[in-house]
């Protein structure tokens, strides 16, 4: 497919850092001249995947607390404005140097609301003296215009990223998944917010079953022809009140292991862009709602992992991109 795209600034040579691909923290000190923490915010959406429009289950790996700390901590039902208060202590309680935050509308599905109520959630966060910009997490079928020329205005005068799960590129995995959309409606959404040059990310998962290396290429070149602003990838994992839950206890499903999911990460990097921002490059999940795979509970696992293997290979982010894709 042909898309077009706004003209990039330049990026930082986030190489001579001494970084294997252009990691987040970077792209935020380079924007920003500062470190940037994201506040997860529950702005209390619901998701037309659960609530009877596209269907009731939802994504199968999909329990909403055990992805959003505000109703992991029992807060959803508290403002915006308090729970972005309460998020930043928590962040400045670990990190003692954070004093710029962006407002992450996480939980469900942000967009699936009307324009006015997404302004609204959007400027409340904004009030904030240390929120600095906004990402929204949706879904690709729920970016009507009204809602796209809403953000559109909005973004000429603050920093938004609109956050899409994709998660795959193939229509069986999104099917095994019951995602209740298809690539071709991500491609429209998507080719809608090129026009309106909105900044976007996009969510994927590796270590589907079903899918394989070349599988996994091809979702990795389609994405590199689309060049959003940033990816972040996940591996899939296991979590409490889940219909993967039940596929993985009853042993239907296998579970990829960490050497395997890193030698995805980097061949999928590898035909990257080298100026799509990697927000990051796994999962993660609390401890009390995570059932595997075990090596998602090792802090930095993956992480390090992915570097060994970069090293192992003497590759980066970039060296197999050709721009005749």
Same mark, same amino acid.
């Given at each position: 497919?042909?898309?077009?795209? /706004? !003209?990039?600034?330049?990026?930082?040579?986030?190489?001579?850092?001494?970084?294997?691909?252009?990691?987040?923290?970077?792209?935020?000190?380079?924007?920003?001249?500062?470190?940037?923490?994201?506040?997860?915010?529950?702005?209390?959406?619901?998701?037309?995947?659960?609530?009877?429009?596209?269907?009731?289950?939802?994504?199968?790996?999909?329990?909403?607390?055990?992805?959003?700390? *505000?109703?992991?901590?029992?807060?959803?039902?508290?403002? @915006?404005?308090?729970?972005?208060?309460?998020?930043?202590?928590?962040?400045?309680?670990?990190?003692?140097?954070?004093?710029?935050?962006? !407002?992450?509308?996480?939980?469900?599905?942000?967009?699936?609301?009307?324009?006015?109520?997404?302004?609204?959630?959007?400027?409340? !966060?904004?009030?904030?003296? +240390?929120?600095?910009? @906004?990402?929204?997490?949706?879904?690709?079928?729920?970016?009507?215009?009204?809602?796209?020329?809403?953000?559109?205005?909005?973004?000429? %005068?603050?920093?938004?990223?609109?956050?899409?799960?994709?998660?795959?590129? =193939?229509?069986?995995?999104?099917?095994?998944?019951?995602?209740?959309?298809?690539? *071709?409606?991500?491609?429209?959404?998507?080719?809608?917010?090129?026009?309106?040059?909105?900044?976007?990310?996009?969510?994927?998962?590796?270590?589907?079953?079903?899918?394989?290396?070349?599988?996994?290429?091809?979702?990795? =070149?389609?994405?590199?022809?689309?060049?959003? &602003?940033?990816?972040?990838?996940?591996?899939?994992?296991?979590?409490?009140?889940?219909?993967?839950?039940?596929?993985?206890?009853?042993?239907?499903?296998?579970?990829?292991?960490?050497? +395997?999911?890193?030698?995805?990460?980097?061949?999928?990097?590898?035909?990257?862009?080298?100026? @799509?921002?990697?927000?990051?490059?796994?999962?993660?999940?609390?401890?009390?709602?995570?059932? !595997? /795979?075990?090596?998602?509970?090792?802090?930095?696992?993956?992480?390090?992992?992915? &570097?060994? +293997?970069?090293?192992?290979?003497? %590759?980066?982010?970039?060296?197999?991109?050709?721009?005749?894709?």
């Amino acid at each position: 497919m042909t898309v077009t795209f /706004p !003209a990039r600034n330049l990026f930082p040579d986030w190489r001579s850092m001494g970084h294997q691909y252009f990691p987040l923290g970077v792209s935020m000190r380079y924007e920003f001249g500062c470190a940037v923490w994201k506040v997860s915010v529950d702005a209390g959406c619901s998701c037309p995947n659960m609530d009877g429009t596209i269907g009731t289950g939802g994504c199968i790996f999909c329990n909403t607390s055990g992805f959003a700390p *505000s109703r992991r901590f029992n807060k959803p039902e508290l403002p @915006i404005s308090e729970q972005i208060n309460f998020g930043i202590q928590q962040l400045k309680r670990r990190y003692k140097k954070a004093k710029k935050f962006i !407002a992450y509308f996480q939980p469900s599905t942000n967009t699936y609301t009307t324009p006015e109520y997404l302004e609204y959630f959007c400027r409340t !966060a904004l009030e904030h003296s +240390e929120i600095i910009g @906004i990402a929204i997490g949706t879904r690709p079928d729920t970016l009507p215009n009204e809602i796209l020329d809403m953000l559109e205005l909005l973004s000429q %005068s603050v920093w938004i990223q609109l956050e899409i799960g994709l998660q795959s590129i =193939h229509q069986k995995s999104l099917d095994f998944l019951n995602r209740g959309h298809t690539y *071709s409606v991500f491609c429209d959404s998507f080719q809608r917010c090129r026009q309106r040059n909105l900044r976007l990310g996009v969510h994927l998962i590796l270590g589907i079953p079903g899918e394989d290396r070349t599988d996994v290429l091809a979702t990795a =070149h389609e994405i590199a022809l689309l060049r959003p &602003n940033c990816v972040k990838l996940h591996h899939l994992y296991v979590v409490r009140e889940t219909q993967l839950e039940k596929l993985w206890q009853t042993g239907k499903i296998r579970l990829i292991t960490l050497k +395997e999911y890193a030698g995805l990460v980097v061949d999928f990097l590898e035909v990257l862009p080298p100026d @799509i921002v990697i927000d990051r490059i796994s999962g993660e999940a609390d401890a009390s709602f995570l059932l !595997a /795979p075990d090596w998602t509970r090792t802090k930095h696992a993956a992480r390090n992992a992915v &570097n060994q +293997e970069f090293q192992q290979r003497q %590759s980066f982010q970039g060296c197999k991109y050709s721009r005749s894709e």
